[in-house]
């Protein structure tokens, strides 16, 4: 079973705009993950998040965590072209298992 | 050269065929794992293994099975292939429970 929801499913932005993506998962967690895929290749690890942690950013990339609504964000900012790609969250929990939700579609008009 | 690698990276087969779709990776991880996915939906794993002799069912191991051959190595098979085993498949490793490296996938396609 999926682990969550990603919210929205599809995203169209323009270039130069901010890209947020949502993730809600379902039971505790250690980290949460966001990978990122270009259409049917396969997933790059873009940054995690640990349990205790509330905000983490790497470049253009800012992760949020709540994890008292077991929820997190990924905001985009100044997107490109080359962002166009799907984002999915993923969640380790404890058991060397990474559980995956179902992913946004991310496309940025030139 | 790429940390994980799939062959083949395309098959297209018949229902009642044995398929194995192989993996190979050089990060040195004891960690290996299979996951499948299917158009709009995120990975569903299928099975994992922590070292040579830790091999466990995913959420939707049912119709596959696997071998690891070596540290390096994880292969999956599809017995006896059905149209609905049609996905991409994904092999991947980690050496830590903050990072996964995936292969390119296996578009396999049962007609």
């Known amino acids: 079973s999926q682990q969550g929801e990603e919210d929205p499913q599809a995203l169209s932005i323009q270039e130069g705009e901010n890209a947020t993506m949502n993730c809600s998962y379902k039971?505790?967690?250690?980290?949460l993950q966001w990978y990122r895929q270009n259409s049917g290749r396969g997933l790059v690890h873009l940054i995690l998040?640990?349990?205790?942690?509330r905000e983490k950013h790497s470049g253009r990339l800012r992760v949020t965590l709540d994890t008292s609504k077991k929820s997190s964000s990924l905001l985009i900012t100044a997107s490109r072209a080359a962002d166009t790609a799907s984002y999915f969250c993923?969640?380790?929990?404890?058991?060397?298992?990474?559980?995956f939700g179902k992913g946004t579609k991310l496309t940025v008009n030139p | 050269d790429a940390d994980v690698t799939q062959t083949p990276r395309n098959r297209i087969t018949k229902t009642g065929k044995r398929i194995m779709l192989e993996c190979s990776q050089t990060?040195?991880?004891?960690?290996m794992y299979w996951y499948r996915q299917d158009p709009g939906l995120g990975l569903q794993l299928i099975y994992y293994?922590?070292?040579?002799?830790?091999?466990n069912k995913g959420e939707i191991s049912d119709g596959y099975s696997v071998s690891r051959q070596a540290q390096a190595k994880f292969s999956l098979s599809l017995e006896s292939a059905i149209p609905n085993q049609t996905a991409l498949y994904f092999c991947?490793?980690?050496?830590?429970?903050?990072?996964?490296?995936f292969g390119p996938g296996t578009r396999l396609t049962v007609l």
């Open positions: 991947a490793t980690s050496g830590n429970r903050e990072r996964w490296y």
């Open positions: 998040i640990r349990s205790n942690e």
């Open positions: 293994s922590f070292d040579v002799k830790d091999i």
């Open positions: 039971t505790s967690i250690n980290n």
């Open positions: 990060k040195g991880h004891d960690r």
């Open positions: 993923a969640t380790e929990g404890g058991s060397e298992k990474l559980v």
